[in-house]
């Protein structure tokens, strides 16, 4: 006679194992492993900080964004100078000790711009999220719950934006701005002139 089957261990008879007749029903029960890991965290949050663990580009990614949030939200701490102060005694300085990027033309220190940027960038980067995130939200919702002629009309709305490349469209939103600038200069050095 066959020992006893040990408890986690895989059964032996392959009759068994497999519910055909002649098998031992006894030795047929075989755990099922069901990927959980014991004396971890099983949540789906988890898992993906795991997989994002392990990639060390996304990582370093991690710690640079973590970085510029830091520096923005303690920009007013961390500049040396007020970077709209102006000392024009101090135009054009090469990077020192007392200046670590230099200064700018109007004798503004260029490190403190920079900390101050990356707080407006973030400001600006976090407002367009929101909002277009709002837009979305909404157009979608009311294309999905009205549906018919709303839910076309939103569409091609969306199709004509998706049709250009977002750079084409800004060249020419910049183009259509810096043609009515160029014209307004112009048509005014002409009268001055």
Same mark, same amino acid.
Request: glycine share 12%; hydrophobic share 45%.
């Given at each position: 006679?066959?020992? %006893?089957?040990?408890?986690?261990? %895989?059964?032996?008879?392959?009759?068994?194992?497999? $519910?055909?007749? $002649?098998?031992?029903?006894?030795?047929?029960?075989?755990? #099922?492993?069901?990927?959980?890991?014991?004396?971890?965290?099983? $949540?789906? +949050?988890?898992?993906?900080?795991?997989?994002?663990?392990?990639?060390?580009?996304?990582?370093?990614? =991690?710690?640079?964004?973590? /970085?510029?949030? #830091?520096?923005? *939200?303690? !920009?007013?701490?961390?500049?040396?100078?007020?970077? /709209?102060?102006?000392? @024009? @005694?101090?135009?054009?300085?090469?990077?020192?000790?007392?200046? /670590?990027?230099?200064?700018?033309? @109007?004798?503004?220190?260029?490190?403190?711009?920079? *900390?101050?940027?990356?707080?407006?960038?973030? &400001?600006?980067?976090?407002?367009?999220? /929101?909002?277009?995130?709002?837009?979305? =939200?909404? @157009?979608?919702?009311?294309?999905?719950?009205?549906?018919?002629?709303?839910?076309?009309? &939103?569409?091609? *709305?969306?199709?004509?934006?998706?049709? +250009?490349?977002?750079? #084409?469209?800004?060249?020419? *939103? #910049?183009?259509?701005?810096?043609?009515?600038? !160029?014209? !307004?200069?112009?048509?005014?050095?002409?009268?001055?002139?």
């Amino acid at each position: 006679m066959n020992p %006893p089957p040990t408890p986690g261990a %895989p059964a032996t008879d392959p009759a068994a194992a497999l $519910g055909l007749p $002649g098998g031992d029903p006894a030795e047929a029960v075989t755990p #099922v492993p069901d990927g959980r890991r014991r004396g971890r965290s099983n $949540g789906q +949050f988890a898992e993906i900080w795991r997989r994002y663990r392990r990639n060390k580009l996304a990582m370093a990614g =991690l710690v640079i964004v973590a /970085f510029e949030i #830091v520096m923005a *939200i303690i !920009s007013p701490f961390s500049t040396p100078y007020d970077p /709209f102060e102006q000392n @024009l @005694l101090n135009t054009l300085q090469p990077p020192s000790s007392a200046h /670590f990027f230099g200064t700018d033309v @109007l004798g503004r220190d260029l490190y403190s711009g920079i *900390i101050y940027g990356v707080r407006l960038a973030m &400001i600006v980067g976090l407002s367009v999220v /929101f909002f277009s995130l709002v837009l979305g =939200l909404t @157009l979608g919702a009311l294309a999905g719950f009205k549906g018919g002629a709303w839910d076309a009309v &939103i569409a091609r *709305i969306i199709d004509i934006f998706l049709a +250009f490349p977002p750079l #084409v469209g800004a060249l020419v *939103i #910049v183009r259509g701005s810096a043609v009515g600038r !160029s014209r !307004s200069s112009s048509h005014s050095s002409r009268w001055a002139g």
